[in-house]
């Protein structure tokens, strides 16, 4: 099965380019679903057959056409899915009892449900094998990034926090309440939110292996949009994930000779080359502006043709971990991709058995094999597109 991410800086084409290569991949016969992960979502009017979506409202994964589904997320409807988890779970978070008349359109609003429901529907295809490829049509840039790190954060969670909690409320829990007046947690919370993370489970791992799940970068010529594309580079990769093209979309097309463009052409032109420069790691693709809005599935099909003239948009062009361990003699070196990094913006600190990578609002915290933990790590350096970490 592949998954793949198509996000990139509001508007610039994310859901017009997921569309196309849903309907290109589904031509290809591929049993392809495309997912849209944003809460404004516009998947369906990118299809624009009012028609056919309406007849279809009922389904969830709504068919377009012969191997090919379009689900946009509705997170009501998908906490009556997974009801009983979600509601357990945040039960047990908040441990109130008033909370049992709670309903769906109040849990919704609670930080971090989008993502958590997604994340649950992506892992059910994963494990029922319901599809050949996913794609998913991402919210803007800084969203995006949230989503893919709560598979982590909840990881590190579980074993971090869960584990301690659960087993000293065990053992100190009789004790402590005969002492305090202090509630302790009951086993049932932590058996909810157990079944949730169980749901859940391996997610993680899923989304970090690039051989499943590669990122795609939409972005335009321009400098506000390609400095953001350098930003999610490394963002992404700080979480793990694979990056296997860029795609530069509306470029103006040659024969545009009207004199107001001539300095529009001239900005594209220098900003092209720069993400050619920039982004050398990865394919770069190029998109043309049309000459009309691309919605609908004949304007969509077009455009996946043109992008996609004699590549399969299932591979993968880039499969490289952004993290590697490796030993040379007795120093172990743990090296991180992370383009577009500079020494000021990154700051690292050992904890026990992890590495936590902070950079600008972003952290990871990076389990480190055992074999490393009783080590210091005595240097960090950047050498060009890579920080490389070294334990002694
Ligand atoms: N190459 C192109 N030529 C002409 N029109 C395009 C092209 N790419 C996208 N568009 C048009 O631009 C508009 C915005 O595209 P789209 O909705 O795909 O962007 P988005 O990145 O998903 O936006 P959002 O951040 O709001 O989700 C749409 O009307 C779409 O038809
Ligand atoms: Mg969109």
Sequence with gaps: MRIIFYTGKGGVGKTTISAATGI??????????????????????????????IAQSNQKQ????????????????????????????LRSLLNRSGLDTLVAEEIAVFPGMEEICALLYINQYVRENAYDVIILDCAPTGESLRFVSIPTTLEWYMNRI??????????????????????????????????????????????????????RLVTNPEKIVIKETQRA???????????????????????IDVEFFEVWKKTQQHYI?????????????????????????????????????????????????????????????????????????????KQGDELIVTIGGFKRHIAIPRSLVGRKVSGAKLTGHQLVITFK
């Design 233 to 255: 580079f490394m963002y992404f990769c700080l979480y793990g994930l694979c990056i296997d093209a860029v795609i530069i979309n509306r470029i103006f097309p040659e024969g």
């Design 24 to 53: 290109k991949l589904a031509a290809l016969g591929y049993k392809t679903i495309v997912i849209s992960l944003d809460v404004a979502h516009s998947l369906r009017d990118s299809f624009d057959n009012e028609q056919k979506l």
């Design 62 to 89: 709504i068919p377009i056409a012969e191997n090919l589904w379009i689900q946009e997320i509705n997170v009501q409807e998908a906490i009556v899915e997974y009801w009983d988890e979600v509601y357990n779970y």
């Design 273 to 349: 080359e720069e993400a050619d420069n920039y982004f050398s790691d990865v394919p770069v693709w190029k998109v043309n502006l049309f000459d009309d809005q691309i919605i609908g599935e004949q304007g969509l099909r077009k455009l996946g043709d043109i992008l996609y003239a004699d590549i399969d948009p299932a591979e993968r062009f880039a499969d490289d971990s952004p993290y590697k361990f490796k030993k040379i003699n007795d120093v172990y070196q743990l090296t991180m991709q992370l383009p577009f990094l500079t020494k000021e913006e990154v700051d690292l600190t």
């Design 162 to 215: 869960f584990k301690l909690e659960r087993n000293l409320a065990k053992i100190a829990g009789p004790v402590i309440e005969t002492v305090s007046s202090v509630p302790i947690p009951k086993d049932a919370y932590f058996k909810n939110i157990q079944n949730l993370f169980d749901k859940l489970e391996g997610i993680d791992k899923i989304l970090t292996d690039p051989k499943t799940t590669t990122v």
